[in-house]
């Protein structure tokens, strides 16, 4: 059974950073390209960024473009989601994903999977 368990998140003040972490179990890990996706209240998911299988090839959505890096440690089956600079439009329930379709096509198709953890929820306000 696919397994994925967000952490990391918390209330910070504009221009703060933060580190999310999500540890997956139940499936290859390192056979599967991962997604970060957030959801803000009263709107729909949005894709924010998204990395292919060995951690080679990143992309993001433009709003969060030069200020989140997306990264990954297959050895641990954790996949990670250092933001900076956070803007209080930052603020929602992040989620990890596995993609069901490659990373490169994030930009352009849904494409990753609707089974998700918990979230953990980022909130930017002074």
């Known amino acids: 059974e696919v397994h994925l368990v967000e952490s990391g998140g918390g209330m910070v003040n504009p221009g703060g950073s933060l580190t999310l972490s999500c540890a997956a179990s139940?499936?290859?890990?390192?056979?599967?390209?991962m997604s970060w996706v957030r959801q803000a209240p009263g709107k729909g998911p949005e894709w924010v960024s998204g990395i292919n299988t060995g951690g080679g090839s990143t992309y993001y959505a433009e709003s969060v473009k030069g200020r989140f890096t997306i990264s990954r440690d297959n050895a641990k089956n954790t996949l990670y989601l250092q933001m900076n600079s956070l803007k209080p439009e930052d603020t929602a329930l992040y989620f990890c994903?596995?993609?069901?379709?490659?990373?490169?096509?994030?930009?352009?198709?849904?494409?990753?999977?609707?089974?998700w953890g918990q979230g953990t929820q980022v909130t930017v306000s002074s």
């Open positions: 139940g499936f290859t890990f390192s056979s599967v390209d």
């Open positions: 994903a596995r993609n069901a379709l490659p990373v490169d096509l994030c930009s352009v198709a849904k494409c990753y999977e609707t089974h």
